[in-house]
Every structure is written in C-alpha cells, then in structure tokens.
C-alpha cells in the first residue's frame, strides 16, 4: 500500500503538518510541577451539577499548581446540541464564580493563546493529524454503510464473539486495496476514517489513575472511527488532538470515561504524543426518596440536578462551592474551622484527597452550610443579594424591600454583627416570608398565644407594656422594663425563680416578652426583639400592639 499517495487522495487540502502545529502551539512556559487542566462540556443543554463538581475540580487543581485551567467545548456531536447551549454553560459558571484563565467565554468568545477553543473550529487540526496518520498507515477509509455494521454486530452476536466492535476479521475495510479505495472514491461513496489499532485479545495495559492508583485494562483493539463521514471528529480522536496540542496535563472527567482509556492511550501513541495524566472522578449520587437507595443525581427525576436550580432557589454561590468542596476532599471541613474567614478558592486542594467512590449529594448539608455562609456575610452584602435574586424572581417583594435601601439593610443586621450571629437564612428565596413582618403590606397579624397564657393577662400584658414602651431604651435596659411589669401582673421576672415554685405564678418574663412579640411580629421566635421595634418605629409597633389587644 502507498500510505502517501492515499494520504494525499483522501485529504489533498491538506498541505501543513504536525510539526507545523507544534509550532503553532508550543509547550506552554510554566513553573515545573504546574499543572494544565481542562473542561470540555458539550453545549446539549443546562449545566449539570457534576458538571461544576467537575470543573471545580480543574480550577482548584490548576490554581494550587500555579498552572492553567481552560474551558474547552466538544460541540462535535450536532445531532445533541441546543441552540446556545454555550451561553448557558457560561451563565452558569458565571453565577457561582468559577472562573477559567483560557478558553471560551461567551456565545463567538473566546480568550488564550492555545484556540480555538470549540472543536467545531479545530477540524484543520485534526485533519493534519488525520494525514499524518494514513501516511503512516496508522488510519483507513471505512465505507461500510449502517446495514453492513448492522450485519456485523449480528455476525458476531451469532458466532458468541467477546468483544463486539468493528476490529479483526470483522473490520471489512482494513485490508482493502489502494485501487480498491479509488474506485470507491470515484463513485462517492461516503466513509468514515479509523484507526488501525495494533492491539491484541491477549494483552493488557497498565497505567496510574491519580485517585484510583494502578488500573489495569484489556489493551484496545477496535478500530476505532477518527473521523466521520462529514469530516468531523469522534470525542476519541479530538481528545488527543486538543489535548496534545493544547498542552493538557491532567485530565479530570466523570468515571463513566474510565473504559475509554485504553483506546486513548492507543492514539497518543500512534500519534507520537505524550499522554495526560488521567483522573477519574466519582459520580454525584443522591439517597433515592423512594428506595432509600445511593443512585445516580439524575436530570430528568432531580431538579437540583440543575446548577440553574440554586440560582432559582438563591442559594449564594459560596454556600455551594463551599459545599462541593466538602465532597471533593475530605479535609475541607478541617480547613475551613481553622480559617473561618478565609476564601473557599484559597483551599489547599489535593487530589489525594478525593474519594473513589459516589459522593452524596445532600441538600439538607448543603441548607446547613449555606446558613452558616449567610451569616457571616455583612449586611450589606445580605442586601444586595436579597435584592438582586428578588428582582428576578420576586419582583413584588422586590419593590416593597427595596424602596428604602437603609430600613432593610437595618432590619437585615439585626443580631448579625455578634460573636454567633443567628442562622435563620439558607437561601435568598426565604426571605419574602422570613422579612414579611418588617413591611406592613406583607405583615399577617398573629391571634395565637402561648398555650398557657390566658387572653386576658395577654391584654393585661400588652397594656402595661404600652405605659411603658420607650423606644429609645438599649437592649439591656429595655428587657429591664419588662421584667419591671411582671409582679404586678402575676409573672415571675426571673426565669430560674419561676422553675422553683413555677405553681406561685401565672408564667415568667419569658412569656411576657413572648406576648409583646407575637404582637408585634405575628411570630413567637424571631432576632432581637428591642431592636426589631427600634427599626419598626414607635407608630408602627404602638398600633400593632393596640390592634392585637383589640383582637383578644
């Protein structure tokens, strides 16, 4: 077989080399030990939470090496993708910070010096790998049409062949002539180009997963397709293309690639390339609500499957990068006690640290954790998430929180700034009903009282407070006043007294603030009460308290 002359029929545009594209991408200049990494998402619809768990794992990698994290989109597979389906990956990255240093970054966008960054825009690469292939007759045109595969898995399904595939005495088009592809070619007929693999039944390969150890696997001997009839490559062969030329050294993907590595260490040697440093991460599971089973998070049955859910939902984004480095390494947790105030990004990542096995996904764990982020943010910040989150997806609520920026901020630092602030907010979608009371149009007054407070020692209560209610009183002071009123009203003004000879009372000064503040707010647990009706103002807090005497 003349490899060159066939090299020249099947690709005759074709006219630089591989050398000319080393050229072109040179290795990268980096500090020794840095690390490269990539992810390569297909745009076929919404960011995936394992998709960011995924990517998180290449920034953070890439970050603690002092190396380079780039995003790469494998848009080859047209019949799956969706229009736009780019911008959506993005926006999703975009709203939980996870930023790239290469790659695309937005709908034609584009940053770095190793693109084009969209497979569909690198097919001149990977025709000149392609050539060079058949050139050393590492590569042949297949013209089999879907019948005659159809045949084949048949054949082999028939004779009880273990491995099914296009490979052997299977691969029809393997030994074909050079005439014999002329003819076809003359008759355009359409084909697809494979690899010659030189792999045997009887052999196995060995390499290192950098969170599994040594694997070893059948060593590959399919034929694997390189290109397809349109031109356009398989994941498998752009793989190796992109990933050679783009100078990746690691290779952090889903577990579900792991059989796929023996086909790719194939091509890195055919083509005389470096193979990565592969990292097969574990699946994001969740405990099924039926079976109470460990399965896979899954797009169709689990909304939070979806990054775009917590976006809805207003969940801050540090509340869950921090939760999905909790499940990346195991030491998270540890780190982040001994560095409270800390940045998630400045963790010390290390993939020694990863498990083998399915991470749970516990929205629960992740509520606790976004608690915890929420209230150490200032408020501030509180504010300005609140209302951005609101004008998206509470545009009423929106209104009433943001017409006096101050008040809610106000309301919004009520036992905030304090040695253990309270941690009543997960997420951004709570607060409508969790601020309600602060605005009188949402405010729902409370007819409730405490089980053992009759309605009228309730009144009796509410109007002895009313003589005495000064807004101006601090905190200390204030509480001070409402035990002043209790003895004449039957209620013990010192907790630990009343547990002595609880039957001397009618309660303790517990149950009267708690009257005072169901008045005031509808609710019997809330922040700070003093500092609630000193953001409430005299008026408001007078009539809601008169209002609710009157209800009794």
Known sequence: MDYEKLAELLFPHVTLTPEDLEQRYPPRTLKEGA???????????????????????????????????YLRIEDTDKKREIDDGVSAIIEGFDAFGVRFDEGVTGFGTEKGAYGPYTQSKRVEIYHIVAKDLVRKGLAYPCFCTAEE?????????????????????????????LEQIEEKLAQGKPYVLRFRSDGSEDKRIVFEDLIRGKIEMPENIIDEVLLKSDGIPTYHFAHVCDDHFMRTTHVIRAEEWLSSVPKHLAMFRACGYKPPKYVHTAQVMKLDDETGDKRKLSKRKDPEAAVSYFVEKGFPKESLIEYLLTLLNSNFEDWRRANPKADAMDFPFNLKKMGASGCLFDLAKLTDVSKNVISHMDAGTVYARIAAWAKDYAPDFWALFTRDPAYSTAILNIDRDVPKPRKDLAKWEEAPGYLSYFFDETFVPENALPEKIAREDARAILEAYCKIYDENKPKDEWFSCVKSICPDLGFCPEVKEYKKNPENWKGHVG????????????????PDLCTIMQCLGRDRVLGRIRAFAASL
């Not at 960011?52 to 920034?59: E, I, N, Q, W």
Request: charged share 20%; aromatic share 8%.
């Open 511 to 526: 149950d009267v603030s708690t009257v005072i503040r169901v008045a005031v707010t509808g609710r019997t647990n809330t």
């Open 149 to 177: 595969l159809t045949q084949l898995r048949e054949q082999q399904e028939k004779e009880g062949a273990l491995i099914r595939g296009y490979f052997g005495k299977y691969a029809r088009c393997r030994a074909l002539s």
């Open 35 to 69: 690390r490269v990494t990539r992810f390569a998402p297909s745009p076929t619809g919404y960011l995936h939470v394992g998709g960011l768990f995924g990517a998180l794992t290449d920034v953070m990698v890439a970050k603690i090496s002092g190396g380079v994290s």
